[in-house]
Structure formats: C-alpha cells, structure tokens
C-alpha cells in the first residue's frame, strides 16, 4: 500500500528450504527371476534385487520375509537364502537340495524406506545336479536255475535313481568296475538282466553229486547316467545252476489228515493238495 508520496521500494530476498520428506513408497523395479544350482555353497550370489523411492534422501534396506509356518524350518526357502540389507544382493545361506526343495522356490522380499514397504516375490530355479547315487534292485540271492545256455536270462535286476532329473536319475546296472569282463555272465537289455556268457551246463562230481562249479557269483554295480556318472557297487549274486530233475515237485507237507462227515456223498471234496 502506498501512503508515502513519492513511493519508496526496497527488495530483499528470503531463502525457503524445501525439506524432503518422506511420502513416497519403495518399489521394486521390476519381478525377479533366477537360477541357481542345488548344493551351491553358502555366500554364492544368486541375484540383486532394486528399488527406487520418489524419495531422495530415503535409506531404502531389503529384508526376506519369512512364512510364519514355515520359520523353524530349516528348508523353507526363507532360510535357504540371504539378503544384503543395503544393497539387495540374495546369496546362499542353506543347504538347497533340488530333490527336497523342487524344481521352484519362491521367496518373499521386502524393501522399506524407513515408513513404507514393498513386497514382492522372487523366483529362483533350482537346477538339478547329479548328487544322488543310484541303489541296486537285484532279486533275493541266491538265484536257482536250469536255464543254462548261452544268452539265456538268470536275473532281472534294475537300479533306481533318486536325482529330480535325466540324465543323473537315468540308472542302469553293468558289471561291477572290477569286473568289466565276466567269464560267465554278461549284463543285458539294457542293464536290466543278467545272462550267461556262455553255456554252463549242470555239472556232477565224479561220485555223481552236485559239482561246486555249478555255483557261480558275479558282482554288479549300478550306474547312473550323469557326467561324471556316479555308481554304487552291487552286493554279489549268487547264482546256482540246477539239476532239471532238482525241480521235481514237493507236497506242502509229508502228511495230511482230514476229518470227513459221515453223510459225505460222492463227489464231495475232502481235501485239496498243493505241490510246489
Ligand atoms: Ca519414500
Ligand atoms: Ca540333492
Ligand atoms: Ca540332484
Ligand atoms: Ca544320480
């Protein structure tokens, strides 16, 4: 307002701070998605997650969120892994076995400025590696048979694998490293029988009784198909070649009895036998 006459005009200038404060919430620049081998060990790097606060001054820290049934948990993804704070990098801190976890694990993490929180979820593949060794399934010892001619089957024999995927669940059985060679059998189909070499006909002693040669023994191993394979060495099996005769068939028992009713007619059945 001007009163005076003439009008003065003095100028001065005031400085106003703008404080910055904090109004704005974290986010999370994008999803996240990794890979990380099973059995990586501890403090192996697996990805970094980033946020960025409309915010200038925010300290932003980054935490994973643990499940609140699973926290004791030592398998439960939150305790699988590990996260800077200050810079969002997620590293290793369990033990991950692909064949317990799966082939997926999710972990929730959280970034907050100090007043405001974002979430998200984090997908980490699991890639399988050859850890599991394969076990034999190799039939009750010790095997009879009069099968006794050259590529006939003694045996079916299998091995499992407990690795998640091919090629390391992928397991056969072969002859054991130390006998990569048998005189007498030869390992089949794929690894899944067992046959003779060779024709290894029933034998008898000169006093005509079972020769020992009819007993043979040939020591496998499981092999699975990872590289480098792991095998595990088969107990030995024990095979017996028999006589034909040595088959004849045999009564459950030396002697039966069997009470019958008085008004039994003909064509009622007292008893029926069974002969193995
Ligand atoms: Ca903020
Ligand atoms: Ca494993
Ligand atoms: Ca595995
Ligand atoms: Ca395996």
Redesign the pocket.
Known sequence: MRQGSPSLTSTTTVDVAVVDINDNHPRFTQLFRAAVH??AAPGTVVLQVTSIDADQTDDTRYSILHAADSDSSSSSPAALFAIDPATGAITVAGQI???TAGDVVAVRVAANDGAFNAETTVTIDVVD?N??PPACRLPPDPIQTVQTAAGAVVANVSAADDDATAPGRDAVVSLAAGGRWSRDFAVVDGGRAVAWRRAVPFQTTPGGRSSPLNARRVTLAAVDGGRPARSTECRSLSVRVLAENEFSPQFDRSSYSVAVPDNATAGFTVITLHAR
Do not use: G
Request: aromatic share 0%.
């Open positions: 099973e059995n076995d692909r064949e590696e850890d599991r």
